[in-house]
């Protein structure tokens, strides 16, 4: 197994479990897409629904993954930089998603804090979701 899958999950606070790691594996070796449900588990083989959806939340609650709202219906999942954690979820960037491979990355760099609102709202969460064609698709 990986050992950064495993040095995450210390680092995380998770236990350290074969399905967490062979799940952790997979976001390790797509680093720079977001993967759908579908995606994930086609390339797992003999799991149980329910424990890869609380194994996902577990993930996500500590900083390890992100939710990537790309403007899809599809719930997709990336990696999350290394400092986010379980009091900081660093995740505010922009998810682009290419209407010719239905591939979903983060952009870094794009999305500028903080963003200026009318006084009587409290902005909680940002998500910036931009469609277009990726670079491998334009060529």
Do not use: W
Not at 23 to 46: C, H, R, T
Not at 56 to 84: M, P, R, T, V, W
């Amino acid at each position: 197994m990986n050992t950064t899958a495993k040095k995450l999950l210390k680092q995380h606070g998770l236990r350290n479990t074969a399905f967490r790691l062979r799940l952790l594996d997979l976001f390790i070796g797509n680093k720079e897409v977001a993967l759908s449900n579908p995606q994930i588990e086609e390339n797992l083989s003999d799991f149980d629904r329910i424990t890869l959806y609380r194994t996902l939340k577990s993930f996500e609650q500590a900083g390890i993954i992100h939710q990537a709202i790309d403007g899809s219906n599809d719930a997709k999942y990336a990696l999350c930089n290394d400092d986010c954690d379980v009091h900081n979820h660093n995740d505010d960037h922009a998810h682009f998603l290419c209407s010719v491979c239905n591939v979903t990355t983060c952009i870094d760099g794009i999305l500028s804090l903080p963003i200026n609102v009318p006084e009587a709202y409290t902005v909680d969460k940002v998500h910036l979701a931009i469609t277009g064609v990726c670079p491998d698709c334009k060529a």
